[in-house]
């Protein structure tokens, strides 16, 4: 489920084990959080001539840190764009709390920037141009916005190709494009989904390796799908992985390798070892979806 480009805003949470009650699964025990579900559903549909209705997520509860960069795995159509749209901004939970730096979200925000699979530059717009489109709108004065959008062209290697069209750029290049305009607004989290799924295996690792480059000057929060397990444990300080649908985390792992990284850190024995326990559990999932009916239906 991709939509396009954008941006938005955050609030408090509750403090993991200070009400007395066990810290959730997936919860962090650190009290600088940035992101906070608590018992999260996602209902789609119940309108129009079937009156169908998808559970997506079904209570989910996680607390995200300030700064720290989350993957999420899961099998297709277990909830993870609904879970980055609904930080987004983009969609509304059925029940429950979604809190950004303690407040509910209720709608996208320039706090939040998204990076989708497919490219969304705008053809006819220089790179600059394209970069810099969503500040000029927001009326950002141009000495404000362009010596940003220059360092954020340095920071992603395409100093030079200020003037060159999006036809003119490889599809890695592109990528980096969109990224610089995510970091435009100086977004404090970061959403991926999938931004790398459609590029060569060189490339994603160099793109890894960028956006972990990226995260150190900027330390974004960043919420970041993938179904790749390698680039999930490459870029994450935690990987969630996603039960079938509806959704909830299953497991949460930490990945306690410093960053930034390199692509030495994908044959050491702790990124194998995470790597088959998160096979494992993302097989299982998948395993489990192919045993149930074709559509759970929402109570
Ligand atoms: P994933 O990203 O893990 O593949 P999604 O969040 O896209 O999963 O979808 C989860 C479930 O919710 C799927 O069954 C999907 O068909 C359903 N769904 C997602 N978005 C919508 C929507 N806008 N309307 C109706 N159903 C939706």
């Known amino acids: 489920m991709n939509a396009q480009v954008n941006t938005f805003t955050p609030l408090p949470c509750t403090e993991p084990g200070k009400s007395g009650a066990p810290p959730r699964p997936g919860a962090s025990q650190d009290n600088q959080v940035k992101i906070s579900f608590q018992g999260v559903s996602k209902t789609y549909g119940g309108r129009g001539r079937s009156g169908n209705r998808t559970l997506a997520l079904d209570r989910m509860d996680v607390d995200i840190k300030a700064a720290e960069i989350v993957t999420v795995l899961g099998p297709t159509g277990c909830g993870k764009s609904s879970t980055l749209n609904l930080i987004a901004g983009f969609e509304q939970t059925s029940t429950g709390s979604l809190l950004i730096d303690g407040k509910p979200i209720d709608g996208p925000g320039p706090d939040r920037a998204v990076v989708f699979q497919q490219p969304s530059l705008f053809p006819w717009l220089t790179v600059m ?52 305009r995510a970091l435009i607004s100086e977004p404090k989290v970061l959403l991926l989904d999938e931004p790398f799924g459609a590029l060569d295996y060189q490339t ?96």
């Open 204 to 299: 994603r690792i160099l793109m890894q390796e960028l956006l972990l480059q990226l995260w150190q000057e900027h330390k974004p929060t960043i919420f970041f799908i993938t179904h790749d397990v390698s680039e999930a444990i490459f870029v994450a300080d935690r990987v969630l992985v996603m039960s079938h649908r509806p959704g909830r985390i299953k497991l949460a792992v930490n990945v306690n390798a410093d960053k930034p990284r390199n692509a030495d850190f994908l044959s050491t024995p702790e990124f194998i070892s995470l790597q088959r326990d998160l096979l494992h559990a993302v097989q299982e999932e998948v395993h489990a979806n192919k045993n149930r009916p074709p559509m759970a239906k929402a109570a």
């Open 129 to 180: 141009e394209n970069i810099t489109l969503g500040v000029k709108c927001r009326g950002v004065p141009k000495d404000t916005y362009e010596p940003r959008a220059q360092m954020l062209l340095r920071e992603v290697g395409l100093s030079g190709f200020e003037k060159h069209y999006p036809y003119q750029l490889s599809g890695g290049m592109q990528q980096r494009v969109q990224i610089a």
